[in-house]
Every structure is written in C-alpha cells, then in structure tokens.
T-cell receptor, first 114, second 108 residues
Framework: DGGITQSPKYLFRKEGQNVTLSCEQN?????MYWYRQDPGQGLRLIYY???????QKGDIAEGYSVSREKKESFPLTVTSAQKNPTAFYLC?????????????FGEGSWLTVV | AQRVTQPEKLLSVFKGAPVELKCNYS??????LFWYVQYSRQRLQLLLR??SRESIKGFTADLNKGETSFHLKKPFAQEEDSAMYYC??????????FGAGTILRVKS
C-alpha cells in the first residue's frame, strides 16, 4: 500500500520531554514537509526538505527539529522549547518542490502535552 | 506577505442549494492557488488547482486577479460534500500557505 505513514497516531508527552514523530513515504518523492494544524488557524509550515540531507525552516520552526538522512524518512522532533506543542501534526510529500506539484498528506499525529 | 483568508468558519446549506466557499489571497507575484479537502476520517487531499481549470466532483474555482479571489463553487450541493475545505497559495516552490479552513455542512 503506497503512501505516507505517520506514527504514532496519538502521543502523550510530559512537559519538559522531547518527542519524535515519524513520517515515512514510499512514493519516491523528493520533497517532504511538516505542517501543524490548529483549530481556526489552518495549517502552518514547520519545516520542509527538498532533497536528502537538506531542510529549511518554515514559518513556525522554533522549538522543532528535523532530519533527512534518507529520502523516504523525515522525522520531526518536538522539543521542550516548543511553548505550545499540543496540536495535530501533518506530514506531506511531493515529487519535487517546484510550484504546482500535488502535495500528498499523511493521516496525521495528535500530540498532547500533559 | 503571503496570506490566504477564508472568512467563513462554517457554511451550512441544504442539499441541492448552490455553494460558494470564499477565498481571498494577498500575494504580489503570479499566484498558484489550490483547494484542498478533508472528508471525515480521511486525509487531506487536493481537490483542484487553478491552472488545471477543471471541474472536480462538480466544483469549480476561478482565479480573479482583480479581486484577488479564488472562490470555490458548486451549483447543487450534495450531502457527501460535507467536509473541511482549505484554500492554499503556492508563492514559491511547493511551500503552501493555507487559509484557516471552512467547514461545509450540507443538510438534507
């Protein structure tokens, strides 16, 4: 079954702890993205990567980190520095990062900080 | 700055009625605009893009550069159209800028 797989679907974290969200794709896409979805605010871009071993900050990168060691994987770490981490996180990918290419989304991960 | 505005959080219509989901954008260059849809328990997916000028599931959207709008329209709403709809702008590369979204509720 091809597509984008995010795990875990639900995650609880204590304040002060880092947590890593997994994103894997088998679509052979070059570009991958992480978005955060909050009620009433739409989706906001956290980080994106156009090729392996390269990534760029999006609009709300503070308190997050990523890596892109493999083409198919783009994990997101939510650090303790992120002030308001409770949210729904969406991973996405596209063929390449040129304008107009369809972006495909994963099913998302719910993170709750307790 | 690039911005996408969807003024309605919720749009409720009766089955068979026309639908118009509003989207306005601010961008100084030539925009590429999209509508994404998220049905209940499904992942967010592309509905249509302005460069294709196509109709998907009966929906159309016309880019109006003078009014900086990209409203989504359908002449006769169906219950299966109930979903969250996001308008998005691609200012450079594929870094989409999304609006806040509009929930469309089609009542029988």
């Amino acid at each position: 079954d091809g597509g984008i797989t995010q795990s875990p679907k639900y995650l609880f974290r204590k304040e002060g702890q880092n947590v890593t969200l997994s994103c894997e794709q088998n679509l052979n896409h070059d570009a991958m993205y992480w978005y955060r979805q909050d009620p009433g605010q739409g989706l906001r871009l956290i980080y994106y990567s156009q090729i392996v071993n390269d990534f760029q900050k999006g609009d709300i990168a503070e308190g997050y980190s990523v890596s892109r060691e493999k083409k198919e994987s783009f994990p997101l770490t939510v650090t303790s520095a992120q002030k308001n981490p409770t949210a729904f996180y969406l991973c996405a990918s596209s063929i390449w990062a040129n304008s107009g290419n369809t972006i495909y989304f994963g099913e998302g991960s719910w993170l709750t900080v307790v | 700055a690039q911005r996408v505005t969807q003024p309605e959080k919720l749009l409720s219509v009766f089955k068979g009625a026309p639908v118009e989901l509003k989207c306005n954008y601010s961008y100084s260059g030539s925009p590429e605009l999209f509508w994404y849809v998220q049905y209940s328990r499904q992942r967010l997916q592309l509905l249509l893009r302005h460069i294709s000028r196509e109709s998907i599931k009966g929906f159309t959207a016309d880019l109006n550069k003078g009014e900086t709008s990209f409203h989504l329209k359908k002449p006769f709403a169906q219950e299966e159209d109930s979903a969250m709809y996001y308008c998005a702008l691609s200012p450079q590369g594929n870094k989409l800028v999304f609006g806040a979204g509009t929930i469309l509720r089609v009542k029988s």
